[in-house]
C-alpha cells in the first residue's frame, strides 16, 4: 500500500496509470484524503464511476450536515450514483438546536434564533429541491451518530456519503460513524467540498504544519479544482424507511421556541435558491466585483450593505465556494483590469480557506492556553463589561449601534465587526477575546468556527496581527463613513433626535441639548463605561507589557508567568493613580 500522499501524487503524475490501478493500490482507511488526490489526477466523472462499481448496487445514505446545497456536492454526486435507493438524511442535532433557557437571548446553549431560523430555510429549500428531483429530505432527531448508525442497520446500507467537516465536533462524531460503517462493511467517501482546497493537502505541502501567513499559504496552495459541472435530473428513490422516526423539517415552533421573544429577525433568508439569487445579482455588477477591495467599503451602510453577504450562505454550504470562485474567475476574465489577492474578492475566498486550514492543523485553536500560535496575554474577566458590549450599552452609539445590528440580524459587515472586537480587547476594554468570540459565535448567522477564530485571535493582536497599537476609534471611525449617524439613529432609536454634531459622541452634549432630543445621557442611554482616550492607553500598555514578556521568554509563557504579568500590571496602575491623586492634591494646595 502506498502511504506517503506527496510520493504518491509525483509518481502518478504523466504516468500511464489507470485511475483503476492507483485506487486499487492504495489505502482506504483515509477516503476523503484518496478522493481528494484522485481528482487532482484523474476526471471526477471516473472516480464516480469507479466508485459505483466498488459499491455495486444497493441503498446509499447521503447524510447532510453543511454542504445544504445540489449543485457541486461531491458527496451527493457519490452517493446517488449506481444506487438503488437514496436516502437523503438530516439530523436535528439537540447539541445546536435545543432551546436553552439560560442563555441571553433566545435561542441554544450553542446558537441564537436567527441562525437555527436561517438553518431551517435552508433546509426547507433543500427539502424542495430534492422533491423537484423525486426524493425529499428525510428528518429525525438526537445524537447524530446514534440515529444514524440506527438508521445504517435499518435500511441495510451499503455506501455512506457526507461532506468532509474539519471543525473538532464533526471530526469526534464522523469518526464514531466512520468506525461503525467500516465494521458492518458499509463503503465510506467523505469528500472536500466545503473549502477551495483540502487542508490536509496544503498542511503535507508544507512540512506537516499549517502555513501562517496569506502570502505562504496561497503559494503553497495553488489553484483550486474547479466546481463539478454535473447536474441532476432525478435521484434514485428512496427505499423502505422501516422504524425509523421520519418527520418534515421543523419550523420555530416545533422545536419549543414559540415563545421566544425576539423583536426583529435577520433579513437574510437561508436556502441554495437564495444563494444563487444572491450571487447573481452580485456578478450581474461587474465593475463592482474587479474593483472590490477589502477592506474598503462602507460599515454603515445597512439599507443595502456594501458587501456580499454570501458569508452565511458559504457557513452552511448552500453556495459552493469553488463555484463562486469559478464565477468571479468569469467575471475577471471580462474586464480590462481588477483587483488581486489578499484585497480582492476572489482574495476573501482564499482567507477563509487560510483559516480553514490554519484551524485545522493548529491543536486548541479557539483558545488562548496551549494553543501554540496564540501570544499569551493577560486578559480581563470583567462580566459587568462584557455584558455592557454584548447588550449595546457600552455609552459608545458606533459600538453600541453595531451590537444592535448584530443582535436584530445575525450579521454585521466586516468593519463593524472589526471595530467591536478591537473595543472589547486590545482597544478599550481589555476583556479577554474568547468572551467575545463566544457571542459572535452564538448571535451571526454566518458563525464559522474556524474563521471566527481566527479573526478573534487577529483582531486581539493574539496571533497573525501584531501592530495592537494600531487600533479603531470608538467615536471617529464610524463618522468617516456616516457623518450624520443614520446607522446609529436606526439602530438606537433613543438617540434618533440627538444633533449630528453629538451623535456620536452624546456626553458631549449639553443638557439644554440632551432634554430637546429627549435623551437624557445616565438616565435614557448609559454613559461610557470607560474614557476612551485613558483606557486605550493602558491597553496598549498592558499590550507592550505582554509582547516584551513573550519576546523574552522566547514565546514559552505559562500561567504562573502571566499571573506575575498581571499582578505587575495591577501595581503599575495602582501607583499610577496614586500619582494622579497626589498630583491632584498637590493642585488643591
Known sequence: MFTNPMWLRKKLRGSPWTLNNFLHSITWQNPHLTLAIASNLFPFSSIISFVTMLSGSGSSVMWFRKGLRIHDNPALQLASQGASHLYPLFVVDPHYMEPDPTSFSPGSSRAGLNRIKFLLESLVDLDLSLKNLGSRLLVLKGDPAEVLIRCLKEWNVRKLCFEYDTEPYYQALDTKVKNFALGAGIEVFSPVSHTLFNPTEIIERNGGKPPLTYQSFTKIAGQPPPPLTITHSSLPPIGILG????????????????????????????????ALKRLAECMKDKAWVATFEKPKGNPSAFLKPATTVLSPYLK?????S??????????????????????????????????????????NFDRMKDNKICKQIPWKDDDKLLEAWRDGRTGFPWIDAIMVQLRQWGWMHHLARHCVACFLTRGDLFVHWE????????????????INNGNWLWLSCSSFFYQYNRIYSPTSFGKKYDPNGDYIR???????????????????????????????????????????DSASKECKRKMGEAYALSKELDGVVNEDDLKILRRKLDEGKEQETKAKRSRNTSGLA
Open 322 to 363: 469553488r463555484y463562486f470562485y469559478r464565477q468571479i474567475q468569469d467575471v475577471y476574465e471580462t474586464m480590462p483590469k481588477h483587483t488581486s489577492p489578499p484585497v480582492s474578492l476572489l482574495g476573501q475566498l482564499l482567507w477563509r480557506d487560510f483559516f480553514y486550514t490554519v484551524a485545522f492543523g493548529t491543536p
Open 435 to 450: 468572551r467575545g468570540r463566544d457571542v459572535f459565535e452564538r448571535l451571526l448567522i454566518d458563525a464559522d468556527w474556524a
Open 490 to 532: 436606526h439602530f438606537l432609536p433613543v438617540l434618533k433626535d440627538m444633533p449630528r454634531q453629538y451623535i456620536y459622541e452624546p456626553w458631549s452634549a449639553p443638557l439644554s441639548i440632551q432634554t430637546k432630543a429627549n435623551c437624557i445621557i445616565g438616565k435614557d442611554y448609559p454613559k461610557p463605561v470607560v474614557l476612551h
Open 243 to 274: 422504524s425509523c422516526d421520519i418527520s418534515e423539517v421543523p419550523t420555530i415552533e416545533d422545536l419549543g421556541y414559540g415563545d421566544a421573544k425576539q423583536d426583529e429577525f435577520s433579513p437574510f433568508k437561508g436556502g441554495e435558491s437564495e
Open 316 to 320: 452552511f454550504g448552500c453556495l459552493s
